[in-house]
């Protein structure tokens, strides 16, 4: 009950809260009329610009008729003039527009296209009688600026002076009509006028204009007509402009329906080879799986850059059947051509394309089945586990590698056993390694690391020397108790091969369970060993999975062994990780040792910044001798920084 009523207050609260914002947003009516009277005031009054310009600002967002004539008696102010256009803008009253039309007769240069820029925003249908006559102007920005407006502002009427216009313009004149008459179009085209905008989009395409604007135009006629604009699209690519050929893809692209694709799949054949690449690449963005059998076609093209775009393409839009085509194609002796085949029977969506893939790893020759193995294990194709375990015993020594690099890639759980039994089974050196990398390609996937421990010891009596090193390696992979287990008793394996994996393992482990083993190897095993032992055991001083005091503990235990300024420069990197106040006076210690000097500020500074605010009094003064020992620049600021908050929450 009592958490019911908080959720209560809370709420009342906020509501509260909006309600008090939002009446200080809502002024009473004869407040605002006062305050825009006053604004108006200041308009026709002596006053400076800048506080005019203030008054016009708030206009924008308060003004009403009654500003009007205030506002539109400063579109002819040179410094003015901008925000007077803006509050008209910005008035929805139809003075506003009315005010701006009367203007234009009386306004010159930059003054008058601004004002015409602005109408042509305001949208206003009534305004398209005032603007026509500019589009004649002897002013070149003027006239552009005049169309572009007309065309903004849409409607019947704007469609019809735009085409006269076009008609008549002088060639100079006519790119930027026909600019207007774009503008025209995506209006039209956003008031649903859909018949309007496409006869005013045929009017531009087929006047002498520039490439670009032909190109606007005709991507207009084609969406705009829908799949009826298949074969307006499908011309322009046969175009000599390239603005138009790349208004063609984009549309290829972009326009939908079945007939388009149709369209463009028919021309294909026929475009001079440099193009059909380009197009195949937009028939494979398209999608559409009715223009696989020409891009199927296209694979056998005698240009190899079209072959190329055609097995792209066939990424996106092939099915089951591309699967022969693309196997074929992996195999050529063209890289470029084989690497295409080879993403796109990677990637390429389909349960259909996985049976054809499966159905393709005991058929063909050699060459061919290797690339459906590879294919297999791309895809991760569990399914494809049995003939890979088969192609174990193929006479093929492609086939065989292939199979094992698939099987690192196919194996779950429930297959870790037979891929580590795949690994015992390999008596050449180079397919042994390619199995230890395949059982860890496996484990990386298996979330559990105990299921992948149990596979390995489960085999460890079985398995030959070479074998057992590999699997003794990959107990790594799957640092759990058990594992460490089979570690520690290969450490005691009369074979020197194994004892060694074993070693080198340990010393890799990755969780401090291997600490105890570690550091009795640095305190008494061979003297080949001891370094590499005490650097490993230093190592997992750094482990998150340890609390600072047992971090401490180890870090006296290894200081005691620690020989040579290698091994004191280890151990520090460990203690940088311990928040305890001995860990800082052990680092300290060896301040003075002048090449270990930098690396004992680094561990300094990195202990300081654990205990700054528990031992701030200790810390402030470690970082104060740092800072008169050390020679490192670059960290100079993190240590000042350090000490200063030591200093502050010690209160010094």
């Given amino acids: 009950m009592k958490n019911r009523d908080n959720r209560f207050g809370v709420l009342a609260a906020l ?133 572009r407006a007309i065309g903004r502002i849409g409607g019947g009427d704007s469609r019809r002076v735009l085409e006269s216009a076009l008609a008549i313009a002088p060639r100079s004149r006519r790119a930027a009509v026909a600019e207007g008459c774009i503008e025209g179009i995506r209006a039209l085209t956003d008031r649903g006028a859909t018949k309007d905008a496409l006869a005013l989009a045929d009017t531009v395409r087929r006047s002498r204009v520039p490439a670009y604007l032909v190109a606007a135009a005709t991507r207009a006629a084609v969406l705009l007509r829908g799949e009826a604009g298949a074969l307006v699209l499908a011309r322009q690519l046969d175009s000599p402009e390239p603005e138009l050929f790349q208004m063609a893809l984009l549309l290829t692209r972009e326009a939908p329906g079945a007939a388009i694709t149709r369209a463009v799949s028919e021309r294909l ?90 159905e393709a790893l005991s058929a063909g020759d050699a060459r061919v089945r290797r690339i459906a193995i590879e294919a297999a294990g791309q895809r991760r194709l569990v399914e494809a586990n049995p003939a890979l375990l088969k ?60 299921v992948c421990a149990s596979a390995l010891t489960a085999a460890m009596a079985r398995a030959e020397v070479a074998p057992r090193c590999a699997l003794i390696r990959l107990t790594g992979a799957a640092p759990t108790d058990e594992a460490l287990g089979a570690v520690r008793a290969a450490l005691r394996d009369g074979q020197a091969e194994v004892r060694a994996a074993a070693f080198r393992v340990l010393c890799d482990w990755a969780t401090p369970a291997a600490a105890p083993d570690l550091l009795e190897l640095a305190r008494g095993g061979p003297d080949t060993e001891r370094t590499a032992a005490l650097r490993g055991y230093m190592r997992l001083i750094g482990s998150p999975d340890l609390s600072p005091e047992q971090k401490m503990a180890m870090c006296n235990e290894a200081s005691a062994l ?91």
């Fill in 269 to 358: 054949g026929r475009l001079p080879v440099e193009r059909q690449a380009p197009l195949l690449a937009a028939l494979g963005d398209r999608g559409d799986a009715g223009a696989l059998p020409v891009v199927l076609a296209a694979v056998d093209s005698t240009d190899g850059t079209v072959r190329v775009a055609a097995l792209k393409a066939l990424a996106q839009l092939g099915n089951g059947s591309a699967v022969p085509v693309l196997l074929a194609a992996a195999s050529s002796e063209n890289a470029s051509e084989a690497e295409a085949a080879q993403i796109a029977l990677a990637t390429l969506p389909g349960d259909d394309v996985d049976t054809a893939v499966l």
């Fill in 15 to 147: 509501v509260a809260l909006l309600a008090g914002t939002f009446a200080s947003y809502a002024q009473p009516a004869q407040n605002v009329t006062a305050e825009e009277e006053a604004l108006v005031g200041t308009l026709t009054s002596g006053a400076e610009p800048f506080e005019k310009d203030k008054a016009c600002r708030r206009l924008a967002v308060i003004g009403t008729a009654r500003a009007v004539p205030a506002l539109a008696a400063l579109l002819a102010d040179d410094q003015l003039t901008g925000m007077a256009r803006h509050a008209l803008l910005n008035i929805p009253d139809a003075a506003a527009g009315e005010a701006l039309c009367a203007a234009l007769p009386k306004l010159t240069g930059t003054k008058l296209i601004g004002v015409i820029s602005t109408i042509g925003r305001r949208g206003e249908s009534s305004a398209v009688k005032a603007l026509a006559p500019f589009i004649a102007s002897p002013d070149d920005e003027v006239a552009a600026t005049a169309a």
């Fill in 391 to 450: 192609a174990m015993d193929d006479a093929d020594g492609s086939i065989r590698s292939a199979a094992i690099a698939a099987l690192g890639q196919t194996t779950g759980p429930d297959g870790l056993a037979a891929l580590v039994d795949v690994l015992l089974s390999r008596t050449s050196t180079d397919e042994l390694g390619q199995a230890e990398s395949a059982v860890a390609s496996a484990f990386s996937r298996v979330a559990d690391k105990r």
């Fill in 562 to 652: 620690c020989r040579t300024t290698e091994d004191i420069d280890a151990l520090l990197s460990g203690l940088a990780t311990v928040a305890s106040l001995d860990a800082l006076n052990m680092a300290m210690s060896h301040l003075d040792n002048a090449p270990l000097t930098n690396k004992v500020s680094f561990a300094a500074v990195c202990i300081g910044e654990l205990l700054e605010q528990t031992h701030p009094a200790e810390v402030a003064a470690a970082m104060e001798r740092v800072l008169k020992a050390m020679n490192n620049p670059g960290m100079e600021r993190r240590v000042r920084s350090c000490m200063e908050r030591a200093q502050k929450a010690a209160g010094q």
